[in-house]
């Protein structure tokens, strides 16, 4: 039986007989790596010729589109462009009842309550002690199992007048806050 012996491949440059090839016989061609060099500098240049058009395409319709929101009015999808309703000149704003505001953003808690997710700096709900995390369960004497209540309750309540909030804090404590809704100018 032969045994095989493992040896090892010949360097660059030399023959399979460990001889080094000085003379000027033909060499080997790389065709491959050549083209597989140009195709990574083709692909290197169309992926930067294609980011800079999207970035400047980007600009242009930012810009586009922030001059179309400048004129006014609500822009339609389809292509249709609404108009600005007209603004009620001021004897007639002194007249329409205020919007009330607490400076909080809330959200349906999945439970009874409304999970407060954001608070307006300085606002209302702020100065009474409210903070983002806190579960709001009851205005003044509504009951709150929603967002929606929370909307609901505030634009019924009287811009200035004290209404007592009922809150369990993230660590699972509960208490009574004292708010003063605001007038939203």
């Given amino acids: 039986m032969e045994q095989t012996a493992l040896r090892p491949k010949p360097m660059p440059g030399q023959e399979p007989d460990g001889t080094a090839s000085t003379g000027p016989g033909p060499a ?74 607490l400076g909080v953003q809330v959200m349906d808690a999945g439970k ?3 999970l407060v997710v954001g608070l307006h700096v300085p606002g209302p709900a702020q100065e009474a002690g409210l903070v983002r995390g806190d579960l709001l369960l009851a205005f003044g004497t509504t009951r709150i199992d929603t967002a929606a209540d929370v909307a609901r309750a505030v634009a019924r309540a009287r811009p200035g007048a004290k209404v007592k909030l009922t809150v369990r804090h993230r660590s699972g404590g509960y208490q009574q806050l004292t708010v003063v809704p605001a007038v939203v100018t």
């Fill in 28 to 101: 080997r061609p790389r065709p491959r790596a050549a083209r597989r060099r140009g195709r990574r500098l083709l692909n290197v240049l169309f992926a930067a010729f294609a980011g800079a058009v999207l970035v400047l395409s980007g600009i242009g319709l930012g810009a586009m589109g922030a001059t179309v929101i400048g004129k006014g009015g609500v822009i339609d999808p389809r292509g249709r462009h609404a108009p600005s309703p007209p603004r009620p000149s001021p004897s007639a704003a002194a007249a329409a009842p205020a919007a009330v505001t």
């Fill in 112 to 114: 009874p309550g409304a």
